[in-house]
């Protein structure tokens, strides 16, 4: 079982810059592959970047690429998303996730957590 506490979130003006993090807890949670969803009402969850149990691999919607970075820190058992330029159309709940295989993860992950809101003011 892997626990997964998002924090970061908030309110931000269009070309802005926000940090979300993930501290993941839990057997063996430092070593399994991360990333970010996000989801706005009426949608469903959007896949926005992923990242290898050691950081090695990093993967990216088409949506956020060049704007967004995730990172991840194992000896804090934290990821990280960095993101930059951000626009009215990233306004979302983002949920932090994590899947022993890096596939699943960009589609259905195992875990997730609670959620933290981003909103991007015009």
């Known amino acids: 079982q892997v626990q997964l506490v998002e924090s970061g979130g908030g309110l931000v003006q269009a070309g802005g810059s926000l940090r979300l993090s993930c501290v993941a807890s839990?057997?063996?949670?430092?070593?399994?592959?991360m990333g970010w969803f996000r989801q706005t009402p009426g949608k469903e969850r959007e896949f926005v970047a992923a990242i290898s149990g050691r950081g090695g691999s990093t993967y990216y919607a088409d949506s956020v690429k060049g704007r967004f970075t995730i990172s991840r820190d194992n000896a804090k058992n934290t990821v990280y998303l960095q993101m930059n330029s951000l626009k009215p159309e990233d306004t979302a709940v983002y949920h932090c996730?994590?899947?022993?295989?890096?596939?699943?993860?960009?589609?259905?992950?195992?875990?997730w957590g609670q959620g933290t809101q981003v909103t991007v003011s015009s």
């Open positions: 839990g057997r063996t949670a430092n070593s399994y592959p």
């Open positions: 996730t994590a899947d022993g295989s890096f596939i699943l993860l960009r589609s259905a992950p195992a875990y």
